[in-house]
Nanobody
Framework: VQLQASGGGLVQAGGSLRLSCAAS????????MGWYRQAPGKQRELVAI???????TYADSVKGRFAISGDNAKKTVFLEMNSLKPEDTAVYYC?????????WGHGTQVTVSS
């Protein structure tokens, strides 16, 4: 399974970015897709994830500002990020759970300037 993410970049505080991720490879069924992020010197943390069956999960720090969408059947996931803050600066990783196995994309850098 390969995950290709795009859409990162440099934006001023208060701005918006949209991340996209597409999965490819031998995939029979995707259980969940989502996004994690890792800031310099910090651990990787969950941003948002959805399974298509259950509720969508967001980190408290992004609730009301970020929105995840996608289609497991189409193997795509998007992250709409609004009202960005400098503390949102991180490498954002697309993730997919396929038959209980977790796969990661290479990450895309998001930098929010103050």
């Amino acid at each position: 399974v390969q995950l290709q993410a795009s859409g990162g970049g440099l934006v001023q505080a208060g701005g918006s970015l949209r991340l996209s991720c597409a999965a490819s490879g031998s995939i029979t069924s995707i259980n969940a897709m989502g996004w994690y992020r890792q800031a310099p010197g910090k651990q990787r943390e969950l941003v948002a994830i959805f399974s298509g069956r259950g509720p969508t999960t967001y980190a408290d720090s992004v609730k009301g500002r970020f929105a995840i969408s996608g289609d497991n059947a189409k193997k795509t996931v998007f992250l709409e990020m609004n009202s960005l803050k400098p503390e949102d600066t991180a490498v954002y990783y697309c993730t997919a759970v396929v038959v209980g196995n977790i796969f990661w994309g290479h990450g895309t850098q998001v930098t929010v300037s103050s």
